[in-house]
């Protein structure tokens, strides 16, 4: 008598994580590149971070 299927979890990939102090190489912007356009990732004065275009 066979058992039930057994059900194997789905592998989602996770994304990838790069630590911001990697990403701004020691400074407190970085220009990321996106579709041809140019954002600005700032480092605030009170550690937040800002994304503009």
């Known amino acids: ?3 039930k299927p057994v059900k194997r ?3 989602i990939p ?3 994580r ?3 102090s990697d990403l701004m190489a020691g400074g407190r ?3 990321l590149l ?3 356009d140019e954002y600005r990732l ?6 937040k ?3 503009t275009k």
């Open 9 to 11: 979890p789905i592998s």
């Open 1 to 3: 008598m066979p058992g």
């Open 49 to 51: 971070l800002i994304l």
């Open 34 to 36: 996106h579709d041809g």
């Open 18 to 20: 790069i630590a911001v």
């Open 29 to 31: 912007e970085a220009v």
């Open 42 to 47: 700032r480092l605030t004065s009170n550690g």
């Open 14 to 16: 996770q994304p990838k």
